[in-house]
């Protein structure tokens, strides 16, 4: 068995001691002679599974019980419509937009209401986060809404938004269980797992149960009703079982570390080993403005876009993979999730040190 740093933005890196525990339970969950992708979502073995996952889960973030914990699926992307569907009473909502995610969120709202920009960072390639100290928000205005950290452009809100009184929902996909947080001061508080949790297929929505309610836009289907799934425990039909298993091995895994305060030191060391080498190099630049860099996704580039492929390429042939920039960016970029230890960012940046010195 030969495994890589694997810098992928999403799917992305799971700690080798939860995939080697699920390969161990893969046959025979414990005694009860199969798998768990085998088990009745409503067996009592099941039951405890995602029980156990929604309490570690809420233990880890300092859930109060003024909060719902639903397992969802249909990705980070189903619920850019959820939150308009459950949310625009007014058919009015403030987006600010620091990305693609954004804009898409933005986007979607749009099919359901008037979705105003309260502020962007496109004039900049988004390279950095807006001033959203005064905000122009109005009165009608349902919510507000933001992507918390910007997976592709690897920007992070280090202060939240002033909403002015209005409900906060925030896309966290790239950030999740990354640092504590302050729960209470979001309406609605969403990822896909993929990126810093689990196995795709698993959306966790965190949601102040008073913004849960049977006064839904027409037209919302069932399933897409926060209620329906919270009046049913998430298990209103088949939710992605197998997902949420290991999302429970996961918060287990950080628990153990010492939970959220611990991973924030962990990531915090980590991003500083790379950035601190980006500002250095002669060869390689952060895309971001230094304030405003996130501790998950790390882009950078030498400038050259011929330097950048030959780069990429000879990492890969080392066993540094999945560190191409988005698409839309070029450069490269390096997903340093929980998951990613601290030796996999060292030999990095040895790598890219030596990367430098050869190709001067
Ligand atoms: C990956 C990502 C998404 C899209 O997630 P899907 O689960 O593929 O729909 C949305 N927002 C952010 C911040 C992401 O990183």
Not at 66 to 83: H, I, K, P, R
Request: hydrophobic content about 40%; proline content about 4%; overall charge negative.
């Amino acid at each position: 068995m030969s495994r890589v740093y694997n810098f992928s933005a999403g799917p992305a890196v799971l700690p080798e001691s939860v995939l080697k525990e699920a390969a161990e339970e893969m046959m025979d969950y414990r005694g009860s002679g199969m798998s768990v992708m085998e088990m009745s979502h409503r067996s009592k073995v099941y039951d405890d599974i995602i029980k156990e996952a929604e309490r570690d889960f809420r233990e880890l973030v300092n859930i109060s019980d003024d909060y719902a914990v639903l397992f969802l699926q249909g990705g980070a992307s189903q619920f850019f419509a959820e939150v308009p569907m459950n949310l625009m009473k007014n058919r009015k909502a403030g987006y600010i937009i620091t990305g693609q995610w954004a804009k898409k969120a933005f986007q979607e709202a749009k099919l359901y209401g008037e979705a105003v920009e309260l502020a962007s960072s496109a004039d900049k390639t988004f390279s950095y986060i807006p001033d959203v100290s005064d905000l122009p928000i109005t009165d009608d205005m349902d919510y507000v809404y933001i992507c918390e950290n910007n997976t592709i452009y690897g920007t992070k809100y280090k202060k939240l938004p002033d909403t002015k009184g209005k409900i906060l929902v925030s896309d966290v996909s790239s950030c999740f269980l990354s640092e504590p947080v302050d729960i209470t001061k979001y309406g609605v508080m969403y990822g896909g797992v993929q990126k810093n949790v689990g196995p795709a297929g698993v959306v966790i929505a965190v949601i102040r149960k008073n913004l849960i309610t049977e006064d839904v836009l027409p037209g919302t289907p069932t399933l897409l009703k926060w209620k329906t799934q919270f009046d049913n425990d998430s298990l209103y039909n088949t939710p992605p079982t197998y997902g949420i298993y290991i999302c429970g091995k996961v918060f287990k895994w950080i628990k153990d570390m010492g939970g959220l305060s611990v991973m924030k030191e962990k990531n915090e060391e980590k991003a500083k080993i790379l950035y601190d080498y980006l500002d250095e190099s002669r060869m390689f630049k952060g895309t971001v403005v230094p304030g405003d860099r996130s501790l998950m996704n790390v882009p950078f580039v030498t400038g050259n876009e011929e330097l950048d492929a030959k780069f990429v390429k000879e990492a890969t042939a080392a066993g540094f993979v999945n560190l191409k920039g988005h698409r839309t960016v070029g450069g490269m970029r390096a997903s340093i999730y929980n998951a990613m230890p601290r030796e996999g960012v060292v030999a990095l940046v040895d790598f890219m040190k030596k990367f430098e010195v050869d190709n001067k």
